[in-house]
């Protein structure tokens, strides 16, 4: 039974995350804890653990007299939270530059073009999600500080892939981000750790300033 239950409360956080992702749940949207065990027809308590477990994740904020919601970020978070995820990621690269062999770098850009050559024509979204996860999954890799790897790989995808994540894939058409992953990886070739320091954090800061613009501009708040 503890099995079974642990199953359900992953399948349901599973659920949620979906639904933030497609927009059905808004950021600053009430979870209804009641509801939602009823919609999925189950009990109550695999519910609870999995909105605990999104707490804990940062997608979900949890209030005294006011229950579980979706998180709502301010604009100045979401530029902060950008800003310190360019700062991490760039210095895990480019401090671990010179532990690149170039047959490693070759295989970085294997990884895009093989991404790039499963991109639907019409621009399928899934293609552009994997790219950006992979990618810089591999960027990191020689970087011998896990708990920076941990920091910058959590600092803002809560916000690229759950909370506001159909605006973070209408930012950059799929070509776009191609390209962009492509100078990068040439800068990385060049072993230039100063070039590649600026094209990361330049990336975050103005993806950071788009993000934190448009949530000005929703009309999203806590119900």
Not at 163 to 191: G, I
Not at 197 to 203: D, P, S
Request: proline letters at 3%.
């Amino acid at each position: 039974m503890v099995f079974k239950k642990q199953t359900y409360s992953t399948v349901v956080a599973d659920y949620i995350k979906r639904q933030i992702q497609q927009g059905e749940l808004l950021p600053g949207q009430a979870i209804k804890e009641v509801a939602l065990a009823e919609h999925l027809g189950i009990s109550r308590a695999p519910v609870r653990e999995a909105l605990e477990s999104l707490v804990q994740e940062g997608l979900v904020t949890s209030e005294p007299q006011k229950g579980k919601r979706v998180r709502l970020m301010s604009p100045e978070e979401i530029r902060n939270s950008y800003n310190v995820g360019g700062i991490l990621e760039a210095t895990g690269v480019a401090d671990s530059l010179p532990d690149w062999s170039d047959a490693e770098v070759d295989e970085l850009e294997r990884v895009l073009k093989d991404m790039h050559k499963s991109n639907p024509s019409s621009g399928g979204q899934l293609g552009l999600t994997e790219l950006d996860d992979i990618f810089h999954g591999r960027l990191l890799m020689h970087c011998h500080n896990p708990y920076l790897v941990d920091l910058a790989r959590h600092s803002c995808s809560t916000i690229s892939k759950y909370l506001m994540y159909r605006q973070w894939t209408a930012f950059y058409s799929f070509n776009e981000l191609y390209e962009r992953h492509v100078m990068l990886v040439e800068a990385m070739r060049s072993r230039d750790r100063a070039a590649v320091w600026k094209k990361i954090r330049e990336h975050y800061e103005e993806l950071g300033a788009y993000m934190a613009q448009l949530m000005e501009k929703s009309d999203w708040t806590q119900e």
